[in-house]
């Protein structure tokens, strides 16, 4: 296979210039993209998009290898399809270092108007929206389903690991799951509302990036995090400890030219004969969710 060379721009969406301490896939996102086009760049390398968690590294990819990052998205876009009002948008002020992102500030900024966006959205739910909602989740609910509920039961939980949470939901016993299901079914479709408005917005900066002949380069991190909705819901192709669900064994490399130490990354280890069984269905399916978008 031969490719023509082309030249492009590594940036993360975090790294864009907003109002809100982050970055998103707003109007920066599109102004870089012109950007790209008018300097004559073909690609554009964005990173991992998916949820972070505690070091907010887009390679930690925590709760979900296919969720997308909430934060990414733009609430001026949100405003614009009116599920928020622009004179309540308030800029994240203080004391912030223009060049970093403050993860504990912004989050909680964000939120607010994300939950509030999610209120006006099923409460202004047009019989168009609703189909196209409806339509996302059921093409996507080969994990957004588990993903949703792991992140509603995560809340639930104060954020403590999967394997501590009631016994029987660690287990996925299936009344267990029924039942938290329906305790928490506000939870979950905010949850499925973010993920929709994510991938929403995303699809239509990447097709305004195609139009102007910049394609999307993007890379797949090997490993995903023990709390998280894929090693929760997938125990059986992890190497866990049968009995506590800890990793039996962590990923890391040895020492190397980049560290004389080596690294421990802490990730669980996959299980590649279970994996063989299955016809590796769950890495096809997270090429194939990747490559859609």
Request: charged residues 20%; hydrophobic residues 40%; glycine residues 6%.
């Amino acid at each position: 296979m031969t490719f023509q060379r082309a030249s492009g721009i590594l940036l993360h969406p975090t790294c864009l210039p907003s109002q809100y301490g982050i970055g998103d896939l707003g109007k920066s996102a599109y102004e870089f993209v012109d950007f790209l086009a008018r300097s004559g760049q073909k690609l554009w390398q964005v990173l991992p998009l998916g949820p972070t968690g505690y070091e907010h590294s887009p390679y930690t990819m925590n709760f979900s290898a296919f969720a997308g990052n909430p934060l990414l998205i733009s609430l001026d876009s949100l405003a614009e399809e009116g599920l928020l009002n622009s004179d309540e948008l308030k800029p994240l002020n203080g004391d912030i270092e223009p060049d970093r992102v403050n993860f504990d500030r912004v989050i909680p900024h964000k939120t607010q108007f994300l939950q509030l966006a999610y209120q006006r959205f099923q409460k202004s739910l047009t019989n168009q929206q609703n189909s196209e909602f409806e339509q996302f989740c059921q093409e996507q609910n080969n994990w957004l389903d588990d993903y949703v509920l792991f992140m509603a039961l995560l809340e639930a939980n104060s954020g403590k690991d999967w394997n501590q949470w009631e016994k029987a939901i660690a287990r996925r016993e299936p009344d267990a799951l029924k039942a938290a299901s329906e305790a928490l079914q506000d939870s979950i479709n905010y949850h499925k509302f973010l993920q929709f408005k994510f991938f929403e917005q995303w699809k239509q900066l990447r097709a305004y990036a195609n139009g102007k002949n910049i394609k999307i380069v993007g890379d797949v991190s090997i490993y995903v995090c023990h709390n998280s909705s894929d090693v929760w819901a997938n125990p059986e192709i992890f190497k866990l400890d049968p009995e506590t669900f800890e990793p039996a064994f962590i990923a890391g490399v040895p020492p190397d030219y980049f560290s004389a130490t080596g690294q421990l990354w802490g990730n669980p280890v996959y299980d590649w004969e279970k994996l063989e069984t299955t016809d590796f269905a769950w890495w096809i399916d997270r090429f194939k969710a990747t490559l859609q978008y």
